[in-house]
């Protein structure tokens, strides 16, 4: 019994982590700032952020509580408030790669490439590919 509570919480304290890590790289971005600042909300931002941890921490606690056999009775009404939320943050991951996109053209122009950015497009999209295949090929999903 004992191990298996000290397996729960290795579980749980790395969940941790990763969730805490992946909400530090939405903030890095600057994606939190960037809403403050449109909503003229700035004075709040370390709200933001602290909500943004809580939402990883609770999400932690749900994906580990739903893995062992329990269900949250949420009805309907959760499952809307979980999609509005799942949705601005998915929006805000979209908006995080329009920025990042935008990284390569100021690249470009700094490094002042041009000849060969279809190559080097090439190469990252056969990287790509060939990552996907090794991974599949594999069998490192299972």
């Known amino acids: 019994m004992w191990e298996m509570f000290g397996l729960a919480f290795v579980g749980f304290a790395g969940g941790i982590v990763v969730a805490c890590g992946a909400v530090a790289f939405v903030i890095s971005l600057g994606i939190v700032p960037r809403y403050a600042g449109i909503t003229r909300t700035a004075d709040r931002v370390r709200l933001y952020e602290d909500c943004s941890m809580l939402g990883a921490f609770l999400g932690n606690l749900i994906y580990l509580y739903e893995n062992w ?4 009775p949420l009805g ?8 509005i939320f799942s949705g601005i ?20 122009r700094r490094l002042k490439l041009t000849r060969g950015i279809g190559l080097i497009i090439l190469a990252i999209a056969a990287g790509k590919t060939l990552g996907s295949l090794i991974f599949f090929w594999k069998g490192w999903w299972t």
């Open 76 to 83: 309907q009404a959760g499952l809307a408030v979980l999609g």
């Open 69 to 72: 056999g329990g269900s949250l």
């Open 89 to 108: 943050f998915l929006g805000s991951w979209i908006i995080a790669l329009g920025e990042v996109v935008n990284v390569f053209s100021v690249m470009i």
